[in-house]
């Protein structure tokens, strides 16, 4: 599971961990040895391909269903991961879903949805947890949030950006409310990262035309993979990032397409 094991002894409870980006934290952290619970909410037999590699690995993990856009399922996931691997020290909140959208096709209908699970499932996680990590006076908490709420020039982006710069503000918000008991609160933006959500509805040439494209708008002239945010999320769960609060990391391959004033 790794040489060093900077999160042994400790559980973390990774939200929408079933694939893409979740699934590269759940295994990065339990790598570090962390107990990690595996959140999903309709892909149980990817969750448990995860587990399967973790425990594979010998390390120890737990596969969790909670629908994020229920107020009540998100409230009890922290109970279920003590339930089975102990008091969550570590929580990613990295459940989300994207609807496409700008100003001119806005649909509430598919705003309101994303919202929830966004941005009110992430709130209600995160006060689930809270009790436990102030009572024993040590947290991590590490939200997703996206470069999309920085701004960026991408079409479709807008409302889902929206939600992601709620995620920014709490972040620094939890972080005043939590620092005084030990709890950091942290938040990593990821640029354009190769998942299987990414891929959703491109194929073939047109496919690799776009993301030829996204990397030609980056400083390192690619785009991500989910471990180059695992990576980073890794460190500012880990006991050498106590010192490191209310902070969003861009993980953008230093994306040059901003909409900014001149």
Not at 102 to 130: I, K, S, W
Not at 192 to 209: H, K, S, V, W
Not at 234 to 262: E, K, N, W
């Amino acid at each position: 599971m790794g040489q060093t094991r900077t999160l042994a002894g400790q559980v973390a409870l990774v939200t929408g961990a079933s694939r893409g980006i979740g699934s590269a934290i759940a295994v990065r952290l339990a790598a570090e040895g962390a107990a990690v619970a595996v959140n999903y909410r309709e892909r149980a037999a990817e969750a448990a391909a995860v587990v399967a590699h973790i425990t594979e690995a010998g390390g120890r993990a737990a596969a969790l269903r909670a629908d994020l856009g229920d107020p009540a399922q998100a409230a009890a996931l922290a109970a279920q991961a003590a339930a089975q691997l102990g008091p969550v020290d570590i929580l990613i909140n990295n459940a989300g879903i994207f609807r496409g959208g700008d100003l001119a096709d806005f649909d509430f209908a598919q705003m309101e949805p994303m919202r929830r699970t966004n941005v009110d499932g992430l709130v209600a996680v995160t006060r689930a947890v809270v009790p436990g990590m102030q009572a024993r006076r040590y947290g991590r908490i590490v939200n997703l949030t996206s470069i999309a709420a920085h701004g960026t020039s991408m079409a479709g982006t807008t409302f889902y950006a929206a939600t992601k710069a709620a995620v920014a503000i709490l972040t620094r918000r939890f972080a005043l409310d939590l620092g005084p008991h030990g709890i950091t609160v942290n938040a990593v933006a990821p640029g354009f990262i190769l998942t299987d959500m990414a891929r959703q509805n491109r194929t073939g040439e047109e496919a690799e035309r776009f993301y030829a494209a996204v990397a030609e708008k980056t400083m390192m002239r690619r785009v991500g993979c989910p471990e180059d945010i695992a990576h980073a999320i890794a460190f500012l769960a880990s006991p050498h990032a106590g010192f490191i609060t209310a902070q969003v990391l861009t993980v953008d391959g230093g994306r040059m397409d901003y909409v900014v004033h001149p």
